[in-house]
């Protein structure tokens, strides 16, 4: 599209495959949604991840490129920029409550140029009030500019289970390991440790979503103990592995 057909636009897939959009920029703002499945959005400087009940906002002019796991069923808002404002200029991870799950779905089933000033506008006003009014949360990941580190970054995201250590990797990179943990903090924020640490509690959300013991999903994150992988996602994201397990039927 050259231009929204009104402030508000919804596009509905559903994905049997695992399927990625090459990197890409638009003049709107997008938030995508997965009713079923998991998102990821890979930009220059993150990686965003959204299981059900999240989105991911995606701001105007970024590029960015999208994945979906295997049977998604995703729900994408294109929104005018001059609705969205308040959004930062980076991407954000939001809660989506039952209720902004309801609207999207309702608004999903309007026609593409609705009334914007009869029930559908209004119902689009409320949506996009929601919308601003959902809480971001942590399920990012910071990605690093240095081209070393990028090397790294992406060997583990591949394979979050590697047991190299930071010594490991610096003699691997031919760099001291001083100078890669000042550049980790510089670049990310993080430290290597927590840096792995959230990428490998990221990595297992896919694989709950699909249904995997959670004895399993600790050991392909890189988990020696079960229980060490329950604590640290407690402490990640504020409750149990089990909990967002998919359910049959869901």
Do not use: N
Not at 1 to 10: G, K, T, Y
């Amino acid at each position: 599209m050259d231009a929204l057909p009104r402030p508000l636009f919804a596009r509905s897939e559903s994905l049997a495959e695992r399927t990625i959009t090459p990197r890409h920029s638009h003049p709107w703002a997008q938030l995508s949604y997965a009713i079923s499945g998991v998102l990821r959005v890979h930009t220059e400087r993150g990686r965003f991840l959204a299981p059900p009940q999240r989105a991911i906002l995606i701001p105007p002019g970024l590029l960015h490129e999208v994945i979906s796991s295997p049977q998604t069923e995703m729900r994408s808002l294109y929104i005018d920029q001059r609705a969205v404002a308040w959004a930062p200029e980076h991407c954000q991870v939001l809660a989506v409550s039952p209720l902004l799950r309801e609207l999207i779905r309702a608004f999903g089933a309007l026609p593409a140029e609705y009334d914007e000033q009869g029930a559908e506008g209004r119902l689009a006003a409320v949506l996009l009030d929601q919308l601003r009014a959902a809480p971001a949360i942590g399920y990012s990941l910071p990605w690093p500019g240095d081209a070393r580190l990028r090397q790294l970054c992406e060997a583990l995201y591949e394979q979050p289970d590697l047991p190299l250590s930071l010594k490991q990797w610096s003699e691997r990179l031919q760099v001291s390991e001083k100078t890669l943990t000042r550049q980790y903090q510089r670049d990310t924020g993080l430290s290597f440790r927590a840096w792995r640490q959230r990428l490998r509690l990221l990595s297992a959300l896919p694989l709950l979503e699909q249904g995997q013991p959670v004895t399993d999903v600790a050991l392909a994150c890189g988990y020696e103990s079960t229980s060490a992988f329950i604590a640290a996602f407690g402490q990640q994201f504020g409750t149990t592995p089990g909990a967002l397990a998919r359910t049959p039927g869901r």
